[in-house]
Nanobody, 121 residues
Framework: QVQLVESGGGLVQPGGSLRLSCAAS????????MGWYRQAPGKQRDLVAV???????NYADSVKGRFTISRDNAKNTVYMQMDSLEAEDTAMYYC???????????????WGEGTLVTVSS
């Protein structure tokens, strides 16, 4: 079974930085895309950033210029550098991946358990 494990969340002051990591493990045939979603209390889960296997990345308008997504294909890991953090960035951040497993045929979405980012003075 494929698993996604996030790390790097925590408490940071406004204007500070954090770097999130997410490693995929298990019986993986190929990873087509990886990214991050976030969900604040009482809000829906929204896309933050996603990166394809070709390195093309897309960002939510609210984080453009502040967040940078990258991936290490050899390690099946995606990273997100978050700079100039604002209180509005406070949320649970969930790793996302679109993966074809060794068994099962078709690719499907996988989700991590989430890592909490709190931006507060």
């Amino acid at each position: 079974q494929v698993q996604l494990v996030e790390s790097g969340g925590g408490l940071v002051q406004p204007g500070g930085s954090l770097r999130l990591s997410c490693a995929a493990s298990g019986s993986i045939f190929s990873i087509y895309a990886m990214g991050w979603y976030r969900q604040a209390p009482g809000k829906q889960r929204d896309l933050v950033a996603v990166i394809g296997s070709d390195g093309n990345a897309n960002y939510a308008d609210s984080v453009k210029g502040r967040f940078t997504i990258s991936r290490d294909n050899a390690k099946n890991t995606v990273y997100m550098q978050m700079d100039s953090l604002e209180a509005e960035d406070t949320a649970m951040y969930y790793c996302y991946a679109y993966i074809r497993a060794v068994v099962g045929g078709s690719a499907r979405n996988y989700w991590g358990e989430g890592t909490l980012v709190t931006v507060s003075s």
